[in-house]
């Protein structure tokens, strides 16, 4: 989205600027990343890095002499552990984690290892939703998620799979980066203050070089303040004495009661507009011996005032780098208009390998939001994927069906469409939207992340998951009032002449599916694109006209809150002899899971779901499914899980149900977890069941032993 208005804004850069340095790492100690970022906003010479990879910039010469300052550095994390299973364990760098929610935050997200060939994909793995009722301790009863409980799924089953994708110990990481732009008026992102600061600094840096200025004036971003504040101490003893030092704190903290407002700490020596009064939040780092070279100068504080500060939307008005102008003042320029900053050329990343014609088809289906009741792009994606033989019928409760083959053994198969998520339930006056959960999930990893406002017509509205009141004195992991959502509306009048309706208007998270190491993959959704996916790649070089069975495939809608599609098809189709659903099955395949119910794991081939919570699998339907996988060797597991899936409405009729799956982790999150050879399998083993006749008479099964 571009924001022109922005352009006539006192210091404001372009959105495209803020959310691309947004988007770099930068944990402290390991702020290359941010670092060549802003020295690509100038001509190459013209800012200069030290040792410590402080940026400088030397303007004018003599007395006074005056520091700006501005810190590169972000809190993060370190792979701290590779165990031999292939997960990982990760410790926080420095400081900058605050609030007993500050970890939490990561858990069940996308993650970005910083290696020294690039970026590498991980998960932040999060119990599954599905075991909550069994767990003797449940996940909403307990003490806020802290960095010791934490797990990293890089998609690898060993150290030597962690090796293979350049991932060493100490690598530092985060969360990985998803800046909001909201409303023309705000952007958030992680340690969103100190980036637009950074970026408010590059601007005064820029307007000064362009023009003189009395004395010297050093402008700095600096190393290291989140570890130990050496990288702000190394630029004072080289470039010092100063008589002033104005340096940017993310300490100070306050939200916003107005625009154009910037936070100081004391008043500065002249008054500008906008300027509020605050005390640091926290006590600075003191350094072991005094600064000889700052021993005179008058230092002060700078800040922005922010939304949600030190959680993974921290979010800034536009008009609030203001701070510009306070560090304009302060270098005593003669102009008030700043130079406006170009976005540094964009450069080619390392080559991906070419996708799979199954993740290409997964990956699009995972692209469409479909909560339920919502699930009309998922639906129109799916139409137009079919062959061209089939013709496809939307039914009254909004299932896509379809129907080919002959015969009187008639088989149905059953994935459904819509996923876990949102819906607006009120307006509140300030413009805040108070959401209602859709299926079963928790809702904390929602909390405090980037979301989508889903208008049936319109474009998607970006949006962010509030974190709940209070959160900076949280007591447990799960909130105790409904989440909420800003999008930047400031009345209930605003949002509702944006096309905001309660009960109509969806709420997602933004997705895509993230390659996870050589075979695996992870994305929100998964649950049930993965079956859809699935249906729809068992149609390929499918000739109807040869089938021995009539088949019905049915994307459903509604499972999620209570199997709204299936009960309807169910009773359209009571003539059917087997149903057939597609759906996860939920494993402990998982680090925080116990392996001794659910276990399935990842790679090892689709699944049999012979027991769930409210079906048990006839026996003799079981043994047939297994004596067609043996002969077209297909690897297939069988076990039992929590949950239901479609097929149990068609019980409801005496259709026997045997649901089918893929082993899944991470169930109900923005991360679940596949492997590609699974799905491989479930796609071999449906064509199996569509085109071939059972076997006769089938020999008992021996179980195999799991490893």
Same mark, same amino acid.
């Given at each position: 989205m ?14 495209a600027?803020l ?14 990343e941010?670092?060549?970022f ?26 006074p ?19 031999d299973?292939?997960?990982l ?25 910083l ?22 301790e ?8 802290? &960095?010791?409980?934490?797990? $990293?799924?890089? =998609?690898? *089953?060993?150290? %030597?799979?962690?090796? !293979?994708? +350049? ?30 600061a ?8 820029q307007t000064?070089?362009a023009?003189p ?6 402008i700095? &971003?600096?190393t290291?303040? $989140?570890?130990? =504040?050496k *990288?702000?101490? %190394?630029?004072?003893n !080289?470039? +010092?004495p ?12 306050a939200?916003?009661?107005s625009?154009?407002?910037f936070l100081a700490?004391p008043a ?6 906008g300027q ?9 780092r003191?350094p072991v011996?005094?600064?000889?070279k700052?021993?005179?100068?008058r230092?002060?504080?700078? =800040?922005l005032p ?27 320029a ?12 964009a450069?080619?990343?390392p080559k ?5 014609q199954?993740a290409?088809?997964?990956?699009g289906?995972?692209?469409q ?19 061209a033989?089939?013709k496809p ?11 080919f083959?002959?015969?009187k053994?008639h ?19 300030d ?8 299926g079963?999930a ?23 998951f509030?974190p709940?009141p209070g ?10 009032t409904a ?8 009345s209930a009048?605003q ?7 309660p009960g109509?208007?969806?709420v997602t ?23 859809c ?10 000739d ?13 809608v509604g499972?999620?809150?209570?199997l709204i599609g ?7 189709l ?13 494993s ?5 899971e116990?392996?001794t119910?659910?276990?399935?794991p990842?790679?090892?081939?689709a699944?049999i779901r ?32 929590v949950?239901g899936?479609?097929g ?25 977890v596949?492997?590609y ?8 083993l ?11 008479k089938?020999?008992s ?7």
């Open positions: 571009l924001l022109n208005s922005w352009a006539g804004v006192a210091g404001a850069q372009s959105p600027l959310q691309a340095y947004a988007r770099t790492s930068a944990v402290a100690g390991r702020e290359e941010a670092s060549r802003v020295q690509a906003l100038f001509k190459a010479g013209t800012v200069q890095r030290d040792r410590l990879g402080n940026l400088v910039l030397v303007l004018g010469s003599g007395t002499r005056r520091l700006l300052v501005a810190p590169l550095d972000e809190p993060g994390y370190v792979v701290s552990q590779i165990q299973n292939g997960y364990r990760v410790a926080p760098v420095g400081g900058g984690q605050v609030g007993p929610l500050f970890h939490q935050f990561l858990e069940g997200h996308d993650i970005s290892i290696t020294e060939q690039g970026a590498r994909n991980a998960i932040s793995c999060v119990p599954s939703s599905h075991y909550e009722n069994l767990r003797a449940p996940e909403r009863n307990k003490l806020p998620f802290s &960095w010791q409980s934490s797990f $990293l799924d890089v =998609g690898a *089953g060993s150290a %030597a799979g962690v090796a !293979q994708q +350049g991932i060493c110990l100490l690598d530092p990481l985060t969360l990985e980066k998803k800046p909001v732009i909201m409303a023309q008026q705000w952007v958030a992102a992680p340690a969103m203050k100190a980036k637009a950074a970026m408010a600094l590059a601007t005064v840096a000064l070089a023009t200025v009395k004395g010297t004036v050093v700095a &971003w600096t290291l303040e $989140l570890l130990n =504040g *990288g702000f101490e %190394a630029v004072a !080289q470039f +010092g100063f008589e002033e030092v104005y340096r940017f704190d993310r300490t100070l903290e939200e916003p009661t625009t154009a407002q700490s500065l020596p002249s008054t500008l507009p509020v009064l605050v005390q640091p939040a926290r006590p600075a003191k011996l005094p600064n000889t700052l021993a005179a100068a230092t002060y504080l700078l =800040g922010a939304r949600y500060a030190n959680t993974p939307v921290e979010a800034v008005t536009v008009a609030d780098v203001q701070l510009a102008q306070a560090w304009l003042r302060a270098a005593g003669t102009t008030t208009t700043l130079a406006t900053l170009s976005l540094p050329a450069k080619p990343g991906q390998p070419a996708q799979s199954q290409k088809l997964l990956a289906l995972v692209a939001y479909g909560v339920s009741t919502a699930e009309t792009p998922v639906r129109e994606f799916i139409a137009r994927q079919l062959p033989w089939a019928v939307v039914d009254p409760a909004g299932n896509l069906t379809l129907t083959g002959q015969g053994r088989l149905v198969f059953v994935a459904h469409m819509d996923e876990v998520g949102f819906v607006v339930d009120s307006i509140r006056p413009g805040r939207l108070v959401l209602g959960l859709k079963g928790y809702t904390w990893l929602w909390e405090a992340q980037p979301a989508l406002l889903h208008i049936p017509g319109q474009a998607d509205i970006a949006a962010v509030e709940r959160y900076q004195k949280a007591t447990k992991s799960a909130p105790t989440l909420t959502a800003f999008a930047g509306f400031t009048q949002a509702q002449a944006a096309g905001i309706r109509k208007t969806s998270m933004p997705k895509q599916l993230r390659p996870l190491g050589p075979q695996r993959a992870a994305a929100r959704g998964f649950d049930d694109r993965v079956g996916a699935a249906l729809l790649l068992s149609l390929q070089k499918l109807p006209a040869k089938l021995p069975y009539r088949v019905t495939y049915v994307w459903s499972e999620e809150i209570g299936s009960a309807f098809a169910a009773q359209h009571q003539g059917a002899s087997v149903v057939y659903p597609i759906d996860t099955f939920v402990s395949d998982a680090p925080q116990s392996r119910f659910g276990y399935c990842l790679g090892q081939g699944v012979v027991l769930e919570s409210p079906n048990f699998a006839r026996r003799d339907l079981v043994r047939d499914v297994h004596a067609l996988a043996d002969r077209q060797k297909i690897p297939i597991q069988e076990g039992m899980t949950g899936t479609d149990l409405e068609f019980l409801n009729y005496g259709i026997p149900s045997v649901p089918l799956s893929w082993p899944g982790r991470y169930s109900h999150s923005p991360v679940e596949l492997d050879r699974d799905m491989d399998s479930l796609v071999r449906l064509r199996a069941l569509v085109q071939a006749e059972p076997a006769v089938p020999a099964r021996t179980a195999k032993p799991r490893p």
